[in-house]
Every structure is written in C-alpha cells, then in structure tokens.
Nanobody
C-alpha cells in the first residue's frame, strides 16, 4: 500500500516561495517506472498538473509554470519537494502529490495524497 502525504506551510506571502514536501511510504520513489507529480486545484477550478520527478531523477514541468517551479527529491528520506517562487494570490489552491504510472501509450495517477490547502495572502 503506497501512501503519500503533503506537508508544508498553509499560508505564504505574495512574492515569497511556496515549499511543500511529499513523504512517500510503502514504495520507493526510485522504483521503475513511476513518476512523482505535483498537482493543484484552485478554488472553483479544475486540476492543474504542475510537474513531476521520475524514478530516475529527471524532472518535467508544465510550460506555464516552468519558470517558477522546481521539483527535487531526497531518496534517503523517500521524499520529493515542490518549490514555487514569486507566488501571487492566484497560486492559492489545494496542492496534491500523486504517483503517476506511465508507459509509452498512457498514464494514470494511482495514488494521491490527501491534499493540503495553501493560501497566498498578505
């Protein structure tokens, strides 16, 4: 049973950097062939994929967020992290981490964290 849990501050000031950590249990973030993603949902809007780090350590980002987003990992702690810089109130959302099971033809998210609310406000 794979479990993911987000953690980090629930309130961030505009212009600062949002930092979240996803702690994974029940499976290694280095196991072939999974990807570890960050997804967010602003209030009243749909899910937005932000980026991912692969089992290999390679990173991938949404074009709309690439300039502000950094995903990294600590394999010794089985954790991966999200940093989103220069935040504005439009970055207010519920942030999720999730495992992506991908192959050459398709992908799906089979495990999700419970989500954590992050509010950007002064």
């Amino acid at each position: 049973q794979v479990q993911l849990q987000e953690s980090g501050p629930g309130l961030v000031k505009p212009s600062q950097t949002l930092s979240l950590t996803c702690t994974v249990s029940g499976g290694s973030i280095t196991t072939n062939y999974y990807y570890w993603s960050w997804i967010r949902q602003p209030p009243g809007k749909g899910l937005e994929w932000m980026g991912a780090i692969a089992y290999s350590g390679s990173t991938y980002y949404s074009p709309s967020l690439k300039s502000r987003t950094s995903i990294s990992r600590d394999t010794s702690k089985n954790q991966f992290t999200l940093q989103l810089s220069s935040v504005t109130p439009e970055d207010t959302a519920v942030y999720y981490c999730a495992r992506e099971a991908a192959n050459s033809d398709s992908y799906m998210y089979d495990y999700w964290g419970q989500g954590t609310q992050v509010t950007v406000s002064s």
